[in-house]
């Protein structure tokens, strides 16, 4: 196992990784902007780097910062988390260019995953299902109205290099498909430098599930059963659960087995999650790939009494899958709940503030994973995910009702301070949700209905929170930054000078 791991990332996440590395025994660096110096990971910590100011592009984008913090500390590898550099397939090359283990698939096959067309190409050929549509990208939007003629409105036009909840657009009518695709194709260029799109059909009133799978470098690979995680805003998941509750076992059965086949022809390893919509009928729709950790991880490791981040760091290491998937085994039900710092009654948005009171839940069966305390400052500059409430029953009845009892005992206050936690629990009392009746629309049908024109308000969700500098998203295929000033020859950026952000700092622990 390696002696010092590096924790490219912040929050509950980062705390997470460094207590899976405490119980293996491994040391580790935690990097840090300025706004985050006194948070829990970096208390925890055996090294803490500050690497940049509390803009996200300056610190926790800053791959030449980070690579240099790890060279400078000692570190063997690097564990990005989720957000941030996490499926930045430069960022991984480049950490292997300066000697460094990324804890995640190659470059290659990231690179190729995270071009939304490439995936359903290489998805298709693996015998995965896709929704009806274009499997490569349209150039034209004659091409776009050829595709959706023929697979019947409404369909969503989507940015191949699309994340985060942007790039897609919904049409609901030929009439509206050629501003559409403009307006797809020209913010996707601005958001992602490319401005490819394809189009499928939108499945309006479909469940999101997800297949947890975890492969090795040596060709093995298990699934850990699904996750359901329909209910969600504006593309971010809110509430998540394993197994996925009301289908079939034939049909939990059949995309667990098409998933890890997927994974596996691509040479995918670590941990990864395949995700797909499935329809009223229970077919199953390949919408993609993600290589890193969810943020909904706990909820499969509670069923499974698996640790998914000690597994990816063996992975990672280069030891042989430990598991074979007849030692996997689900047991019960668990449901996860973010608590995110937004204000229901103002459009959810965000309210961030230094906590005054912060008692988080206990009790039988229920785990919180959070960054928080009293004292603590909820910053602007980053994601407003304070914490996930996940808890664990024999069925789904006493889930649900653990699940309601413990964010009830949840206390935060502070100043201007609001959580999702009210809209949650309203959630958890809806009737179509409790009998597992709900699909990714449910969200939106409990809210008042938005004014004006939302084209993407009831696109499919992604797992990666909002990519704007305040959130733990990464750009497409960033360039990063020579602090010198100057490119290696073949245009490849070095990264071992000490950013221009300033000095980079770290203490021993």
Same mark, same amino acid.
């Given at each position: 196992?390696?002696?010092?791991?590096?924790?490219?990332?912040?929050?509950?996440?980062?705390?997470?990784?460094?207590?899976?590395? $405490?119980?293996?025994?491994? $040391?580790?660096?935690?990097? %840090?902007?300025? #706004?985050?110096?006194?948070?829990?990971?970096?208390?925890? &910590?055996?090294?803490a780097v500050r690497i940049g100011p509390a803009a996200?592009?300056?610190?926790?984008?800053?791959?030449?910062?980070?690579?240099?913090?790890?060279?400078?500390?000692?570190?063997?590898?690097?564990?990005?988390?989720?957000?941030?550099?996490?499926?930045?397939?430069?960022f991984a090359e480049i950490c292997a260019e300066n000697g460094l283990v990324f804890v995640g698939p190659p470059p290659q096959v990231m690179a190729a995953l995270a071009d939304k067309s490439t995936a359903r190409a290489l998805m298709?050929?693996?015998?995965?299902?896709?929704?009806?549509?274009?499997?490569?990208?349209?150039? +034209?939007?004659?091409?776009?109205?050829?595709?959706?003629? /023929?697979?019947?409105?409404?369909?969503?036009?989507?940015?191949?290099?699309?994340?985060?909840?942007?790039?897609?657009?919904?049409?609901?009518?030929?009439?509206?498909?050629?501003?559409?695709?403009? !307006? +797809? $194709?020209a913010a996707a260029q601005v958001a992602f430098g490319d401005d490819r799109v394809y189009v499928e059909r939108y499945l309006a009133d479909a469940r999101h599930v997800e297949v947890q799978v975890l492969c090795d470098g040596h060709g093995n690979g298990v699934h850990l059963g699904?996750?359901?995680?329909?209910?969600?805003?504006?593309?971010?998941?809110?509430?998540? /659960?394993?197994? &996925?509750?009301?289908?079939?076992? #034939?049909?939990?059965? +059949?995309?667990?087995?098409?998933a890890l086949r997927g994974a596996l022809s691509v040479g995918f390893t670590g941990a990864g999650t395949v995700e797909f919509l499935v329809d009223e009928a229970e077919r199953c729709h390949f919408l993609e790939i993600n290589c890193r950790i969810q943020v909904? %991880?706990?909820?499969?490791?509670?069923?499974?009494?698996?640790?998914?981040?000690?597994?990816?760091?063996?992975?990672?290491?280069? +030891?042989?899958?430990?598991?074979?998937?007849?030692?996997?085994?689900?047991?019960?039900?668990?449901?996860?709940? !973010?608590?995110?710092?937004?204000?229901?009654?103002?459009?959810? #948005?965000?309210?961030?503030?230094?906590?005054?009171?912060?008692?988080?839940?206990?009790?039988p069966f229920t785990r919180v994973d959070t960054h928080g305390h009293v004292g603590y400052p909820v910053s602007p500059h980053y994601d407003s995910l304070l914490a996930k409430v996940a808890v664990w029953a024999p069925d789904r009845d006493a889930a649900l009702d653990r699940l309601d009892r413990a964010l009830a005992e949840f206390d935060v206050a502070g100043p201007g301070v609001r959580t999702t936690i009210p809209f949650a629990r309203r959630v958890l009392r809806e009737p179509a949700f409790r009998a597992a009746r709900h699909t990714t629309a449910l969200v939106e049908r409990l809210l008042a209905p938005p004014a004006g024109d939302a084209p993407t308000a009831?696109? @499919? @969700?992604?797992?990666? @929170?909002?990519?704007?500098?305040?959130? /733990?998203?990464?750009?497409?295929? &960033?360039?990063?930054?020579?602090?010198?000033g100057a490119a290696e020859p073949g245009g490849r950026t070095p990264v071992s000078a000490v950013p221009a952000a300033g000095p980079t700092t770290w203490r021993n622990r």
């Open positions: 196992m390696f002696d010092k791991v590096l924790i490219a990332n912040r929050g509950e996440i980062a705390l997470r990784v460094l207590r899976a590395c $405490r119980e293996l025994g491994v $040391r580790t660096v935690v990097v %840090h902007s300025s #706004a985050d110096a006194d948070s829990l990971p970096v208390r925890l &910590a055996d090294e996200s592009r300056r610190s926790y984008l800053n791959a030449a910062a980070i690579v240099e913090a790890a060279r400078q500390t000692g570190a063997q590898a690097v564990h990005p988390g989720y957000g941030f550099l996490s499926e930045d397939a430069d298709s050929r693996a015998g995965l299902p896709l929704p009806p549509g274009s499997v490569r990208t349209l150039p +034209t939007v004659g091409e776009a109205q050829e595709v959706a003629a /023929e697979v019947g409105y409404p369909v969503i036009v989507k940015a191949a290099a699309g994340g985060g909840g942007r790039g897609m657009t919904v049409v609901r009518s030929a009439a509206e498909l050629p501003r559409a695709y403009a !307006r +797809t $194709r699904t996750r359901d995680c329909s209910v969600q805003r504006r593309h971010q998941k809110l509430i998540e /659960e394993a197994p &996925a509750p009301a289908l079939r076992q #034939a049909t939990l059965d +059949t995309v667990a087995e098409v909904e %991880h706990p909820v499969t490791e509670m069923i499974t009494g698996i640790d998914l981040v000690q597994e990816q760091l063996h992975v990672a290491f280069g +030891t042989p899958l430990r598991l074979r998937q007849s030692d996997v085994r689900l047991d019960g039900v668990a449901i996860e709940c !973010r608590v995110n710092v937004e204000d229901p009654d103002r459009d959810f #948005a965000p309210a961030p503030g230094r906590l005054e009171r912060f008692r988080p839940p206990g009790g009831d696109a @499919p @969700p992604t797992d990666a @929170p909002p990519a704007d500098d305040a959130a /733990e998203a990464s750009p497409a295929r &960033a360039v990063v930054p020579d602090p010198r």
